[in-house]
């Protein structure tokens, strides 16, 4: 059984090339940014914010970094940060309004609203832990579960929540 090493990984997340591709991405992405704010205040991190986009108006918006080494085709969202000391995943705990999962090899980046990526897991939560793959990352101390979504189907569910009826409402 192959155990990830949690410095390494780390590493891998702060790679500075890396940062600054997505840093450029961010100022493409969303051209009034007048400032990219890296969190290193742990409190905030354990609330799910890597980073904060501030724009000239005042406004800003959380972000969530995670990249992936290789493409499998799916997405990979956290229900278990550590299970055995019973922590949620960051599908759960999360608390900035984007999720920024890139894929690396291909130059892909997903951005997930929260929100809208909370209530798609809330309304298929059922259907995917018995459709999809269960992805266990054994740590030295702990065990990390994710479920791989296929990429179209997690879209789609996102999409699906942001048109919905008044109907019901009456």
Known sequence: ?????????????LDQKECEMLDAF???EFPNICRIELIEDLERQRRGMDKILHFNSGYQISLDEK????????????T?????NDRRGWLYSA??????????P?????LLPVLL???????KRDAWLGAYEEVQSHNKNYTTINIAIPI????EAIQAEMKLSLEEVI
């Not at 059984?1 to 997340?13: E, G, H, I, T, W």
């Open 95 to 104: 608390q900035c309004d984007y999720i920024v999962y890139a894929i690396m």
């Open 1 to 13: 059984m192959k155990v990830n090493d949690f410095n390494a990984d780390l590493q891998y997340s």
């Open 80 to 84: 278990w940060s550590q299970y055995e």
């Open 26 to 28: 961010y100022c493409r």
């Open 117 to 123: 990526l909370k209530k798609a897991w809330h309304n």
């Open 152 to 155: 179209k189907v997690l879209m």
């Open 106 to 110: 291909t130059q892909t980046v997903y």
């Open 67 to 78: 990249k992936r080494r290789k493409d499998y085709g799916d997405i990979l969202l956290e």
